[in-house]
């Protein structure tokens, strides 16, 4: 059930790009919506950083943080680090994670061809 989903996505992507510039249209997907205490965010385009926003990471909330407004209260204890102690970052999901044993090439082609 996830392959096929996974594929009309990728072919929905796929034609919402511009052929004139090779830009995604970006007028088809919503803004994001932040979460609050009360309610589950939405997902969507992310909001433009300002240039005094350059560095900073985007909050669940939907807004650009400071460092100061970031909790990390129990992080450091669960980073995974190498073997000199520095942090390894590695909490985003891959393709293998999704959809193992599953050649990306493969779905690639298929979702082009439209299969």
């Not at 996505?9 to 970006?26: H, V, W, Y």
């Not at 393709?95 to 193992?100: A, E, M, S, V």
């Amino acid at each position: 059930m996830a392959l096929p989903y996974a594929l009309e996505m990728i072919e929905r992507l796929f034609s919402k790009f511009d052929s004139n510039t090779g830009q995604l249209n970006a007028d088809w997907v919503p803004d994001m919506q932040g979460a609050t205490e009360h309610s589950v965010g939405k997902h969507g385009l992310v909001p433009a950083p300002t240039q005094e926003e350059v560095n900073r990471p985007l909050g669940g909330s939907g807004e650009w943080l400071k460092s100061a407004d970031i909790d990390i209260t129990g992080i450091a204890e669960q980073a995974r680090c190498d073997d000199e102690g520095n942090v390894i970052s590695e909490t985003y999901a891959t393709l293998d994670d999704i959809l193992p044993d599953q050649d990306p090439t493969e779905l690639f082609n298929k979702a082009l061809s439209g299969e």
